[in-house]
């Protein structure tokens, strides 16, 4: 019996533009259009287990980001302007004026930038697990910031890679995630995976988040926001929870027009876990 997934509906795009060679997944349809972006060190297919659930209501893209995925590396365009701008390229590429964005993780963040630097292009903003955190200690320095976003060292043999993940996500391993999780990954043959984020890169991408993070510039926000937080499904995840409820309560009486909903049992790869959740929890809120 063949296996089926969800990133099996989309099509395949590339995009050439200003030195970025970028890739996406297009679902299709004439329905309103939806923009999802992915987070940190992961790739388009985060959102394959959920795509298929959300592509009956609207015509779903997702993209790779810079580094990462099937997209290029460029040395530098790691700010939120540069990846917003990469954006407005693939929009204008796909004849898209106006989407509803979505952003996971670090793409929440990407997400909420954009929203605040092309209104005109967004008609509503879904930050999943991501964006949203208690104001920072101002005491916390840049060097224990970047020691707690350090890269993993999951990498080296496939073999290893996978298990790793495996471990991780026991409850809910199947060839789907496998599939999804190895498009996140460089490959080097041999059996052998690697980071494709360059340490350069990764440096980029988190400085930004510390010295320019959008916590400080919520009221900036203008579209109709839905704050989508998983509860955690393991007792240190958990843990976190009060941390996490704290950050919320900032951004909800902030951000203008904003509402939040909570994820039970999941953890931060909400789509993993609780797919159907997840996509209807965005349609309730961008229909």
């Known amino acids: 019996m063949e296996e089926s997934f969800g990133c099996e509906m989309a099509i395949h795009g590339q995009i050439q533009s200003s030195g970025l060679d970028m890739h996406y997944l297009d679902w299709g349809g004439t ?3 939806l923009l999802a972006l992915h987070g940190l060190s ?35 365009g790691y700010d939120w302007k540069t990846l917003s701008e990469d954006l407005i390229r693939l929009l204008d590429h796909l004849d898209i004026e106006r989407t509803a964005v979505l952003g996971h993780s670090w793409g929440a963040s990407v ?15 879904a930050l999943i697990d991501g964006g949203v955190q208690r104001p920072r200690d101002p005491n916390v320095t840049w060097e224990e910031f970047r020691q707690r976003l350090r890269q993993r060292d999951i990498y080296g043999a496939v073999e290893t890679y996978i298990n790793a993940h495996k471990r991780e996500h026991a ?76 950050g ?22 909400i789509s ?14 961008l229909l």
Not at 257 to 262: E, G, N, V
């Open 248 to 269: 919320v309560a900032d951004a909800l009486q902030r951000i203008p027009d904003s509402r939040s909903t909570w994820i039970k049992n999941a953890p931060h790869d």
């Open 171 to 246: 409850t809910v391993w199947d060839a789907e995630l496998e599939h999804m999780l190895l498009s996140m990954p460089e490959q080097l043959g041999n059996d052998r995976v690697r980071e494709y984020l360059s340490p350069s890169s990764h440096e980029q991408v988190i400085w930004n988040m510390f010295s320019d993070p959008l916590s400080a510039i919520y009221e900036e926000i203008k579209v109709p926001t839905l704050i989508v937080s998983a509860e955690g499904n393991t007792e240190m995840s958990r843990s976190y929870l009060p941390m996490k409820q704290q």
């Open 31 to 33: 329905q309103r259009p």
């Open 272 to 285: 993993f876990y609780e797919p159907q959740v997840l996509a209807t929890s965005l349609i309730d809120f």
């Open 111 to 125: 997400a909420g930038h954009f929203a605040i630097q092309h209104p005109e292009r967004v008609t509503a903003l």
């Open 42 to 76: 992961s790739s388009a297919h985060w959102y394959d287990k959920c795509m298929p659930r959300l592509a009956a209501h609207f015509r779903c893209v997702a993209p790779d980001q810079r580094a990462h995925g099937l997209t290029n590396q460029p040395e530098t």
